[in-house]
């Protein structure tokens, strides 16, 4: 997945949304674990309606790195255990218009980024 080749058709009506939680605190000696959430939210339930698929990049250190959802109905979220924040990338097929790259920094609880 190439963002940058493809950034005209970066949306402005259609979000990518995260919560996270610390499962594990972050010290001096080790980095922490976190449990995070990301789902897809719009201004409308037409443009809502009109996701079919989520096609979400992950950073680099995970082992599957692109994972696919076409779970409408729990607004297409995706549960993570991470361990430090990173730049999600989302590609979002939609119903007769074009797809949507979409990008969402998960910052954490207590974490400052690295």
């Known amino acids: 997945m190439n ?6 058709r970066v949306s402005e009506n259609v979000y990518l949304i995260h919560t996270s939680e610390v499962i594990v605190p972050k010290t001096l000696e080790k980095r922490g674990l976190y449990r995070a959430k990301v789902w897809l939210e719009a201004d409308s339930e037409v443009d809502f309606n009109n996701c079919v698929r989520v ?4 950073h680099d250190s995970f ?3 692109i994972i ?3 779970s409408h109905n729990n607004q297409f979220e995706l549960w993570l255990n991470i361990w430090g924040e990173f730049t999600l990338i989302a590609y ?3 119903k ?3 797809a949507l ?3 969402r920094y998960l910052a954490l609880p ?3 980024p690295e």
């Open 3 to 8: 963002y940058q080749k493809y950034s005209t």
């Open 101 to 103: 790259w979409l990008t």
């Open 55 to 58: 096609t979400y990049r992950l």
């Open 96 to 98: 007769n218009q074009e």
């Open 68 to 70: 696919a959802t076409e």
């Open 110 to 112: 207590g974490c400052p």
């Open 63 to 65: 082992k599957k790195q």
């Open 92 to 94: 979002v097929e939609r």
